[in-house]
């Protein structure tokens, strides 16, 4: 029997939902694995995981993140039709690369935010989930993941705000939050 591949979420109000999809990947890419993310919202920001991940593809080039968005929508409903457009392409992207046979592991990143803000439809994201090859990873993250995409999923972890510095005045820090 070959490997099964799941299918992930991870949701919630609290942090570390891309950093845990994040630390799968470095864990597939150290066990031999082809892995892909693909960045639903961000866009054109340095985050400190590109510079891990370029090094990582220095070593072996079977690791790759691919930033599709436009970045944060909830600040910009002036352009909402290009993040829309850009979410759409990355959809689009998303398909080709999980029906690719490429990849073992295909991370969307934030794509759960897409469905909240509107961006792309719950339908478009369960129909996506249909074309994974039985062989196929793949893991969505994003808060307020949709009930269907949940039901749909294999495995599902809420991370559950507890207490986080930004409610004692602490701003974002370089290689913590970013």
């Known amino acids: 029997?070959?490997?099964?591949?799941?299918?992930?979420?991870?949701?919630?109000?609290?942090?570390?939902k891309t950093t845990a999809a994040l630390g799968l990947?470095?864990?597939?890419?150290?066990?031999?694995?082809?892995v892909l993310i693909l960045q639903f919202i961000k866009g054109g920001q340095k985050y400190g995981e590109l510079q891990a991940i370029d090094a990582l593809r220095k070593a072996r080039p079977t690791i790759e993140v691919r930033q599709c968005?436009?970045?944060?929508?909830?600040?910009?409903?002036?352009?909402?039709e290009e993040h829309i457009a850009a979410a759409r392409e990355a959809l689009s992207v998303a398909e080709e690369a999980?029906?690719?046979?490429?990849?073992?592991?295909?991370?969307?990143?934030?794509?759960?935010?897409?469905?909240?803000?509107?961006?792309?439809?719950t339908e478009d994201v369960l129909k996506l989930l249909q074309k994974k090859p039985?062989?196929?990873?793949?893991?969505?993250t994003g808060r307020d993941a949709q009930p269907e995409i949940v039901?749909?999923?294999d495995l599902v972890t809420e991370m559950k705000l507890i207490k986080h510095p930004f409610q004692q005045g602490i701003k974002a820090q370089l290689g913590i939050e970013f």
């Open 25 to 34: 990947a470095l864990r597939a890419w150290g066990g031999g694995l082809r």
């Open 69 to 80: 968005g436009r970045g944060f929508t909830r600040r910009d409903e002036a352009h909402k």
């Open 98 to 121: 999980i029906v690719s046979g490429e990849w073992d592991l295909v991370i969307l990143d934030e794509i759960n935010y897409a469905v909240k803000f509107g961006l792309i439809e």
């Open 134 to 140: 039985d062989s196929l990873h793949l893991v969505l």
């Open 151 to 153: 039901e749909a999923a």
């Open 1 to 16: 029997m070959g490997k099964q591949g799941l299918i992930i979420v991870h949701t919630g109000e609290g942090k570390g």
